[in-house]
């Protein structure tokens, strides 16, 4: 029987006139794996079909309606733990950002599960659908509380909310988004999240990119880095966290909150890096102790036609609540 879920596009016209010209096939070939139902597990759901796909493969989610099986509620729950992504390069593609979520299990108690974790050192693309409920949690170091990447995390046209990285014995970061090398984030929204550290640092409420951090024509706002009350250690950037260069443009960077330092953006970088922020609003962000909006360190620094205001320190120091 042939297993719909596993079925590949090919081109085949492209190999037929290679075979007549006398050229060599390519080696291998970009296809498309179907995700056929909405549930957890089994042939045809998210699961199988990310596990099905070979690396540079597209997971195709673009096919499915509320009158698919199980999307009644235009929803995937993982209810089995998170989606391992081992391919170096894997796109995940859905049929809309307000046509299909894919959501954990966390009732605010229990069955903590970040939704997908990459193992792969290259790009994980994620495109058109939402993300909510995911939550990772050690007492380790803990990153990503939706999204962990070894490598490069690329969002496009996706909404995330509700999203939490905790760690109970150790420092934390990236609520919505983790990437040890960048994330890239366009047409898109991330909300409601949060890094939580009960010891050491918490970096990045929504994103924390080690390697830079691009955001164009997307929506950052309410997102939150905190330590717990009484405990060492601070957050830092309640939205966006970088040690990498930073590009933000055409895009709202808003009511973020830090416990410590850098309500909004903090990008912390060498001296090889550089940070533009372009037709941008930061703004409404608050940090308990320095700097409110933005803290830019990088030796080139260039913002254009943009408004970082309206934003608090509580302990403002040498360092005011807008931009340093």
Request: charged fraction near 10%; charge should be positive.
């Amino acid at each position: 029987m042939t297993n719909l879920l596993a079925t590949r596009n090919r081109n085949p016209l492209a190999v037929a006139v290679a075979a007549l010209m006398g050229l060599s096939a390519p080696a291998a070939f970009a296809n498309s794996v179907f995700v056929t139902n909405c549930n957890d597990s089994g042939a045809g759901s998210l699961r199988s079909a990310v596990a099905a796909a070979n690396n540079s493969d597209t997971v195709d989610m673009t096919g499915l309606t509320t009158s698919s099986p199980g999307c009644a509620n235009s929803t995937i729950t993982l209810k089995t733990g998170d989606i391992l992504v081992s391919q170096n390069n894997l796109t995940i593609r859905g049929p809309g950002q307000s046509a299909l979520t894919v959501t954990g299990k966390y009732n605010g108690t229990t069955e903590p599960e970040r939704l997908f974790t990459h193992t792969g050192t290259g790009d994980i693309t994620l495109e058109d659908f939402s993300m909510s409920k995911g939550y990772a949690t050690n007492s380790a170091a803990t990153f990503g509380g939706c999204v962990s990447s070894n490598g490069t995390v690329l969002v496009s046209g996706v909404g995330m909310s509700g999203c939490t990285a905790k760690s109970t014995g150790a420092g934390a970061g990236g609520g919505a988004i983790y990437a040890a090398s960048s994330a890239i984030i366009k047409y898109s929204t991330i909300g409601l999240s949060s890094a939580q550290a009960t010891t050491g640092f918490a970096y990045g409420g929504a994103v924390f990119a080690k390697g830079g951090v691009t955001v164009k024509y997307s929506s950052i706002s309410a997102n939150f880095a905190e330590t717990v009350s009484g405990k060492s250690g601070e957050g830092f950037g309640g939205g966006v966290f970088t040690i990498g260069n930073a590009y933000i443009r055409n895009s709202l960077i808003s009511n973020n909150q830090s416990d410590a330092l850098v309500g909004g953006l903090s990008v912390r970088t060498s001296s090889t890096t550089q940070t533009t922020i372009l037709n941008s609003t930061i703004t409404g962000n608050v940090a308990k102790s320095q700097v409110g909006g933005a803290y830019l360190k990088a030796p080139t620094i260039a913002v254009y036609n943009s408004t970082i205001a309206f934003n608090t320190a509580t302990n403002g120091g040498n360092y005011g609540p807008g931009l340093a």
